[in-house]
């Protein structure tokens, strides 16, 4: 890395008060992602047309994340990223309030435009661990990153006992009251992100600085940490968003449901507090492929049968095996390009990881109605292998690539 990673350099008080106030932003805020998910698919049953839709609600929710990524990319680049963090958190208050509303007046599509607000919110949130970096020195960003996404630890219990917490508070109505508190926590989280402090942008980076995006992108490294990425959030997503409606089919209580979701999610986040320490002793490759053996581990217990257990196990396994597969992605990511790109890159990154993540929420639903839970955890097997063989390439072909200058 040049001397121009450190010109930005945050007071180490601020930096330690930055990754306190994101890792709190995203204890709150990842409740969000929370609740959608344990409640996407019941509500989506009870609301769609047709059967085949019930998990459209989720899908939309990827969406969201996807489309927004390129303008708050924009918004940061231009007037920083605190900006973006308030402008996406109006949208997760304003999802909450329209997700009760279409529960009210049992509107389906109305649903699924609160749900693409709170993937829009979601993508937000998931900046946060970028954000975590900005002002740090390079030898210590694995690890602000990685303590930033620990606070996701707070959300996975947070998120699903403000479920099974509230969503019989309004008998009539279930979940409705849940999305209330789900848009009153995002006001408590945009309360802690006015207080953090990032560089804002130079004024001659509001226009696109450093190499082109193709050369970055064409980097076997960025093209493998994209690959990793993407295959660990969609393999994620497409798990957890088929596993509480799988349960409720085969029996399962919404207690269950909420309760593997639970696990699943602490499972996601509580490894953070030491993977920045693993990356950094054994390389971001190395931690992404024991992520993606986790993921592979995770559909083999699934497939070992339909018991509450099994349910449960998968998910606890199949969030350690995102945290490692998605933050050795990150990690990757940080090396591909220098400082005047940073906002460009990661935005492409999160753009393709997201856009590849709604193939695999879109094709959840009906995979799961048409074949069952069987044939979901077999089709996660398919792009396993391909993420295999991008690690295996940029390993053969990285080892005499630079780091980014």
Same mark, same amino acid.
């Given at each position: 890395?040049?001397?121009?990673?450190?010109?930005?350099?945050?007071?180490?008080?601020?930096?330690?008060?930055?990754?306190?106030?994101?890792?709190?932003?995203?204890?709150?805020?990842?409740?969000?992602?929370?609740?959608?998910?344990?409640?996407?698919?019941?509500?989506?049953?009870?609301?769609?047309?047709?059967?085949?839709?019930?998990?459209?609600?989720?899908?939309?929710?990827?969406?969201?994340?996807?489309?927004?990524?390129?303008?708050?990319?924009?918004?940061?680049?231009?007037?920083?990223?605190? +900006? #973006?963090?308030?402008? /996406?958190?109006?949208?997760?208050? &304003?999802?909450?309030? !329209?997700?009760? %509303? =279409?529960? @009210?007046?049992?509107?389906?599509?109305?649903?699924?435009?609160?749900?693409?607000?709170?993937?829009?919110?979601?993508?937000?949130?998931?900046?946060?661990?970028?954000?975590?970096?900005?002002?740090?020195?390079?030898?210590?960003?694995?690890?602000?990153?990685?303590?930033?996404?620990?606070?996701?630890?707070?959300?996975?219990?947070?998120?699903?006992?403000?479920?099974?917490?509230?969503?019989?508070?309004?008998?009539?109505?279930?979940?409705?009251?849940?999305?209330?508190?789900?848009?009153?926590?995002?006001?408590?989280?945009?309360?802690?992100?006015?207080?953090?402090?990032?560089?804002?942008?130079?004024?001659?980076?509001?226009?696109?600085?450093?190499?082109?995006?193709?050369?970055?992108?064409?980097?076997?490294?960025?093209? +493998? #940490?994209?690959?990793? /990425?993407?295959?660990?959030?969609? &393999?994620?997503?497409? !798990?957890?968003? %088929? =596993?509480? @409606?799988?349960?409720?089919?085969?029996?399962?209580?919404?207690?269950?449901?909420?309760?593997?979701?639970?696990?699943?999610?602490?499972?996601?986040?509580?490894?953070?507090?030491?993977?920045?320490?693993?990356?950094?002793?054994?390389?971001?490759?190395?931690?992404?492929?024991?992520?993606?053996?986790?993921?592979?581990?995770?559909?083999?217990?699934?497939?070992?049968?339909?018991?509450?257990?099994?349910?449960?196990?998968?998910?606890?396994?199949?969030?350690?095996?995102?945290?490692?597969?998605?933050?050795?992605?990150?990690?990757?990511?940080?090396?591909?390009?220098?400082?005047?790109?940073?906002?460009?890159?990661?935005?492409?990154?999160?753009?393709?990881?997201?856009?590849?993540?709604?193939?695999?929420?879109?094709?959840?639903?009906?995979?799961?109605?048409?074949?069952?839970?069987?044939?979901?955890?077999?089709?996660?097997?398919?792009?396993?292998?391909?993420?295999?063989?991008?690690?295996?390439?940029?390993?053969?072909?990285?080892?005499?690539?630079?780091?980014?200058?």
């Amino acid at each position: 890395m040049s001397g121009a990673d450190y010109l930005d350099a945050l007071p180490e008080s601020v930096q330690r008060a930055n990754i306190w106030r994101l890792s709190l932003a995203q204890a709150l805020a990842g409740a969000n992602g929370v609740v959608v998910f344990a409640t996407g698919a019941i509500v989506g049953n009870q609301l769609a047309p047709a059967p085949a839709l019930a998990t459209l609600p989720i899908s939309i929710f990827v969406v969201g994340m996807a489309a927004c990524i390129f303008p708050l990319g924009a918004l940061a680049q231009r007037h920083g990223r605190r +900006a #973006a963090f308030l402008v /996406g958190t109006a949208a997760g208050v &304003l999802a909450g309030l !329209l997700a009760m %509303a =279409a529960l @009210l007046w049992a509107s389906f599509w109305l649903f699924c435009l609160s749900t693409f607000l709170a993937g829009s919110y979601a993508a937000v949130v998931l900046s946060f661990r970028f954000a975590a970096a900005d002002g740090v020195a390079p030898q210590r960003r694995a690890r602000a990153l990685s303590l930033v996404m620990a606070g996701g630890v707070a959300a996975g219990v947070v998120g699903p006992q403000l479920v099974t917490w509230t969503m019989a508070w309004w008998p009539l109505h279930v979940f409705a009251a849940t999305f209330v508190v789900q848009a009153a926590v995002a006001v408590a989280s945009a309360w802690v992100l006015l207080g953090v402090q990032l560089p804002m942008p130079a004024k001659t980076q509001a226009m696109p600085q450093g190499r082109p995006l193709a050369e970055i992108a064409l980097q076997p490294r960025f093209i +493998a #940490a994209v690959i990793c /990425g993407a295959v660990s959030y969609m &393999l994620m997503n497409f !798990l957890m968003t %088929a =596993a509480p @409606l799988a349960m409720h089919m085969c029996g399962h209580s919404q207690a269950s449901a909420n309760l593997g979701l639970q696990w699943h999610v602490i499972a996601m986040y509580a490894p953070s507090f030491f993977t920045g320490q693993l990356i950094s002793r054994f390389g971001a490759v190395r931690v992404a492929t024991c992520g993606l053996v986790l993921t592979g581990l995770s559909a083999v217990i699934g497939l070992s049968g339909m018991q509450e257990w099994h349910f449960h196990g998968s998910l606890l396994v199949l969030g350690l095996g995102w945290n490692f597969g998605f933050l050795g992605a990150s990690a990757l990511v940080l090396e591909c390009h220098r400082p005047e790109e940073k906002n460009r890159v990661q935005s492409l990154n999160d753009f393709i990881v997201f856009g590849l993540m709604a193939i695999g929420s879109f094709s959840s639903g009906g995979l799961l109605s048409a074949y069952g839970w069987a044939a979901v955890l077999w089709v996660s097997f398919i792009p396993l292998a391909v993420a295999a063989v991008a690690l295996v390439w940029t390993v053969r072909k990285g080892r005499s690539m630079a780091v980014a200058p």
